[in-house]
């Protein structure tokens, strides 16, 4: 299921969107989620070490309120980042603002930013939108998509992925933004999950973590690590299924629904031609993988012979050793599509044009055998074309 399938829509969520004025297209750049009464909460954030003001604040609401989340504001055009205490000041402004409307405390309102960073937030263009934005929400499978539109930057396209429990008694939706600086942990991304579940912000937050590490940390675009990266998941309850009930069911699903979140994310980076599936195979343990997959998918190198589709293993073998893993160079193996291309640090007999052909495909499998135990993962990442570096080198202009 993509932006385009089914939505199974969770019992007790409203949504909205509007235009604040915010991007200079014109295009909405506001969207609201109702949780009604309210939900309960868990949220992961980006590991870089220069978070954005929404991110201060939203944090600090989850403690104040013990995990729970009655409306989340986000805003497109302006990540409110690098803004110093007046960003802190005008994201509390917004939400208290908000919270007047919905006549809760403002810290049950969780803010978003995401856009360019260093620029003021625009509080009164924001403000002046309030009452409207909170005024059209509905419980609609239209409204969630004009949500998931108000929320894009360089997004082609929205991200929507939906997964109903077997039991029918419950689903999980989810929504997702992200095109560039996308490395984990985590990648540059907002992502709303929303269910109807009934469960608590302590079992939801271990449900998340689990499900992050089986997708959005197996992702790479391009190496940057955003300062805006938010996942936030929230149970309603109004299906009144407990999690405890549903445990197994639940976390597959939750992984299922971010793996394509993630993919989504992934096919649509900024530039991107080609999508690689980096299959790291024969690690000793799964963080070893992870290293060489990583460290591969950042590699210029590799990534813009990936864009020509250029069978040149010789930039990926380099890049593995140079992972800080302690490879044996003898043991190494790698395979492009179907075909070994290099053994033991040497090439293979191999049909270059066949190579060729696979890394001309919109999707292939490059594959790494390292030869050092059992431990193997899929990560997933792409190419770096000149439609990425044009996008990028005019961003803020």
Known sequence: MTADGPIFLPQGFKFSSASAGIKTSGKPDLGLILAEPSASAAALFTRNRIVAAPLEVGRAALAKTGGRVRAVLVNSGNANCATGTKGVRACRIVCAALARELKVNASEVFPSSTGIIG?????AKINHKLR????????????LRQFSEAILTTDSRPKLDSVPLRSGKASITGIAKGAGMVHPQLATMLVYLLTDIVASPAELTRALRKACEHSFNLISIDGDTSTNDTVLLLASGQSRTKLQAVRGEFERALI???????EQIVRDGEGVGHVIRLQIEGAKSRAEALTVARTISRSLLVKTAWAGADPNWGRILAAVGRSGVPVDPRRIIISIGDQKVCQGSSACAFDQTRAHAELSNPESRVTVRLGRGKASIEYLTTDLTSDYVKLNAEYST
């Open 256 to 262: 299922e629904l971010c793996r394509s979140l993630a």
């Open 132 to 143: 409207s934005l909170a005024g059209g929400a509905e419980p609609t499978v239209e409204r």
């Open 119 to 123: 620029v003021p937030l625009p509080t």
